[in-house]
């Protein structure tokens, strides 16, 4: 069993700033304000999807961002929500955060969903602001910060489809044909002595995993060769791809391969020669191939043949598409209908409460997502937005915990980023 991995950077949207507007009309010389809200950003969500195997296309692509929300506008236009970006993991991928590694998910039913960055929330436009005692503020807030967190994500490789036959059948080739697999390839029997994984992909979210098991020979279920290493590799595949050398290449019987094969599959595991099972005519491009062709059409009877040359390609397009089309059945037959639709919000360890407060000498320093918030929404360049601040600090009782906790004039508080310096009138960025 091999372990697919990868590792992204999940950014959240920022959300959109509100906007200081004033109504300005013929008229109406003293209009209120009319400054819109900013839309929130966009999540990063992660979703189990069928179909998909690996994570091979988040590899490549290890930055997941979602779209930052629009500003609002006047006429108290709000902005538009971002959307959220949904990022397609195959069932059964384990998510860790990267930061201490604990598992935060398993998605093991097709839909289930992780947010694993949240968007930030709009910033307030100055509509918002309007009061008896403050009829024009000239203040909004800025949309907040989207959340960033690198994740790791696992699954465990077992093959969709093992590649059977006997050695020298062309396994090792048909799978560097049709995957970005490199197996080792060389005229004589065994060059495969462990199982080699591909994947291969019809587009960008179907794709499958296919497994080059190495050649079995007669008498591989009572031990002989490597026979139960080998076989062992098959049983936890949906289905089998048998490649039959139909040219004959080393003087052997096409079909009498077919049936010994089966036979050391079945006296292995009865199960495995339940399994479906493609017939794969490989050689084509020989001519013997093709003048053994009738005969092996005959055995075979009405049953569905794929002459190939895995040297060439010729039919092996075809051949893909029918395997991914039978697993695509064997899902929908097997498919677990015992987990529900689920959706899991990440949760972080947060602090207790609404804020904590530590001290060192005369520092002290606060950490909560809501003073965060507070603070990162706030344009530090405008005087009534630092006032709108202090009243904010001091309603979550901020202020309070730091005459408590025996702050002095000029003593500096820390809010995430933020340094500001504490007078008897609250919180001075100056």
């Known amino acids: 069993m091999n372990i697919d991995t990868a590792r992204i950077e999940a950014k959240g949207g920022k959300g959109g700033n509100g906007c200081i507007s004033f109504r300005r009309e013929k008229f109406v010389p003293r209009g209120g304000p009319n400054g819109g809200d900013g839309g929130g950003g966009g999540s990063v969500v992660l979703e189990a999807a069928e179909g998909m195997s690996t994570l091979i296309d988040l590899r490549h692509n290890p930055l997941q961002a ?8 006047g006429k108290e236009m709000h902005g538009a929500d971002a959307p959220d970006r949904i990022v397609r993991v195959p069932r059964g991928t384990i998510v860790r955060n990267a930061e201490g590694g604990e598992i935060l998910a398993d998605l093991t039913a097709a839909k289930q969903r992780i947010v694993v960055a949240r968007g930030g929330i709009g910033g307030k436009g100055n509509a918002r602001f309007k009061s008896s005692i403050f009829q024009t503020p000239r203040v909004a807030e800025k949309g907040e910060p989207g959340e960033e967190r690198v994740i790791e994500l696992e699954v465990k490789l077992i093959a969709d489809v093992g590649l059977v036959g ?7 080739t048909l799978l560097g044909r049709v995957s970005s697999a490199k197996p080792k390839i060389a005229p004589y029997p ?19 995993v296919m497994a080059d098991i190495p050649g079995l020979i007669e008498g ?10 080998f076989l062992r590799h098959i049983e936890r595949t949906k289905m089998l791809v048998h490649v039959i050398d139909a040219a004959a290449i080393d003087g052997r019987d096409p079909i009498a391969d077919y049936e010994k094969l089966n036979a050391e599959l079945e006296g292995h595991d009865k199960r495995l020669i339940e399994l479906p099972q493609l017939i794969v005519l490989n050689k084509m491009d020989v001519p013997d191939a093709q ?29 893909i598409r029918a395997t991914y089309h039978c697993l695509q059945e064997l899902n929908e037959k097997n498919r677990n209908d015992e987990f529900p639709f689920e959706e899991l919000e990440l949760s972080l360890a947060k602090p207790r409460g609404r804020f904590e407060l530590t001290r060192d000498g005369n520092r002290f320093v606060v950490a909560g997502d809501e003073p965060r918030r507070a603070v990162l929404m706030t344009d530090m360049e405008n005087d009534q937005a630092l006032i709108l601040l202090h009243r904010k600090l001091k309603k979550m009782g901020l202020m309070n915990a730091l005459n408590k906790a025996g702050i002095k004039e000029g003593d500096t508080v820390q809010i995430d980023e933020f340094e500001f310096a504490y007078s008897t009138s609250g919180i001075d960025v100056g």
Not at 66 to 73: F, R, V
Not at 190 to 206: C, K, Q, S, W, Y
Not at 220 to 229: T, V
């Open 66 to 73: 979602a779209d930052d929300g629009k500003h609002g506008t």
């Open 166 to 172: 006997y050695p020298n059948a062309g396994k090792s």
């Open 190 to 208: 065994f060059t495969t002595l462990a199982p080699n994984l591909g994947v291969v992909r019809i587009d960008a979210e179907r794709n499958f």
């Open 220 to 229: 591989a279920h009572e031990g002989a060769g490597l026979g139960h290493d």
């Open 291 to 319: 003048t053994n062709l009738p005969q092996i059409q005959r055995y075979f009877e009405k049953r569905k043949l794929f002459p190939i040359s895995a040297v060439t390609g010729e039919g092996t397009g075809g051949l």
